[in-house]
């Protein structure tokens, strides 16, 4: 593992060899640094970071369900817009994050993206609140003095704006929470086959090293993958299942 | 980008799927949804879902990273960089996009919204340069972020703020956000096509409305 040292002498034009533990590490102690070249390095690691991650977004992006209505997802036509909309959330993002470990900017990352879904198919269901139209277009307030509309909206926009923030914050707490509940979901799972595969999985290892290391068939690791994953994911959505079985 | 075997069984396609990423492989999950029967995709969703969250992320190949640099969305990231505008030259762009309309399209909408039909001539190299992120967006009236607001169909708020935000954190917020001089908005002529050496008292009305500020 590189120093912090290390760290601080690779130049950007160097960050795609850096990884993703390390982006974060230079995000963190670069981004509050007065001297101003500090937080554009932080910039330049943090656009690194998510690069890194466009094929988890857009992973995200097509599996999407809404939580209240799983039938309302993200039609294939749209998705690389919403990847669009949700690199342009997660630059933003880096303004407002205070996050110090991976794991916070993993739950930060995974919030944005969904929060952007769930904005992409209220729009697309026509509940979109956003406004547009003729900029002479005139209404009345609530006390029925008439103003232009968009004079209007400002005020009402800013407290969406501020509605929104609020979300967000409490959605990276929430997800931050199922971060930190995956670990402990997986210490959990009852079966031991589908935790150490599931295991193995998350460090990386191919279907065949891990029918080495349990010295078992192939048809047997991608039951006991997906079942663990079943498992893992009923865990963390609240619908526990996990029957112990093999 | 990964090459996918046809398969069915929702577990094969999900280890098939793992192998893909953490070799570094770039699957795309919809081409293993496609190829699961109809009622195992929800499914297979899932646990791609719940695989997704957790992943490592693989170590790239410089010719992937090259990949990856190259898709729209993180070469528009990186033009990001030296944007003076904000987020204009990414969110643009995919607005003009989504609404299917050419730059001159866009710019003879916004030229009639602003009563300034025939003048497109004039305001075209202006919105080319918010497209570019060539111009600073603090000098652009809002009643042209409400006209381009009005041309897509979305909340003014969202090209206000786009252009506002300063990309990387070395940009404090208070530089966009202060008033300019026209002196300092003139900037170099490579930068202002129309403006060039113009004196402030030179400013018309399509100056103002693009340079003048809010």
Known sequence: MRSDHDLNAIPENRFDRLSQDELFRIVVDCRENTDPKRPRRAGAAWQMLIAKDIDRVKGIVETFRHPEAPEVRVEGSDVDDVVDSSYERLVKMLRTFKGISEGEYRAAMRTCVRFECMDHCREAMGHDMRRAGSLDERTKDDEGDERGRFDRDIAEQEKERVAEEEALTAGREQALLRQERVRTAIADLKNANRRRVVELTYAGASTEKIMAELDTTRDNVYQLRRRGLKDLGDILDGNHSDDGQP | ?214
């Not at chain 2, 496609?34 to 992320?57: N, V």
């Not at chain 2, 090259?66 to 898709?71: G, L, N, P, V």
């Not at chain 2, 989504?98 to 916004?110: E, G, M, N, P, Y």
């Open chain 2, 1 to 214: 980008m990964a090459t996918i075997v046809t398969m069915a069984s929702p577990e094969q396609l999900l280890s098939e799927f793992c192998d893909a990423w953490n070799a570094g492989e770039r699957p795309r999950v919809s081409e293993f949804l496609e190829q699961a029967p109809a009622g195992d995709r929800e499914e297979l969703a899932a646990l791609i879902r719940t695989f997704l969250e957790q992943a490592p992320t693989p170590d790239f190949s410089p010719e992937t990273l090259a990949a990856i640099s190259s898709e729209p969305a993180v070469s528009e990231l990186a033009s990001l960089i030296e944007s003076q505008s904000g987020f204009w030259p990414t969110l643009l762009p995919r607005l003009r996009r989504r609404s299917k309309l050419t730059r001159d399209q866009v710019v003879a909408q916004l030229a009639g919204l602003l009563g300034l039909k025939g003048k497109e001539a004039r305001i075209h190299p202006y919105y080319h340069q918010m497209e570019t992120g060539t111009i600073e967006p603090g000098g652009v009236s809002r009643r042209v972020l409400e006209g381009l607001a009005s041309v897509f169909k979305v909340d003014v708020r969202e090209i206000e703020e786009a252009g506002d935000f300063p990309v990387s954190p070395a940009g404090p917020k208070a530089a966009f956000f202060r008033h300019y001089s026209t002196h300092e908005l003139a900037g170099p002529p490579a930068m202002n096509l129309e403006l060039g050496a113009h004196s402030p008292g030179d400013l018309d009305e399509i100056d103002q409305l693009f340079l003048g500020g809010r």
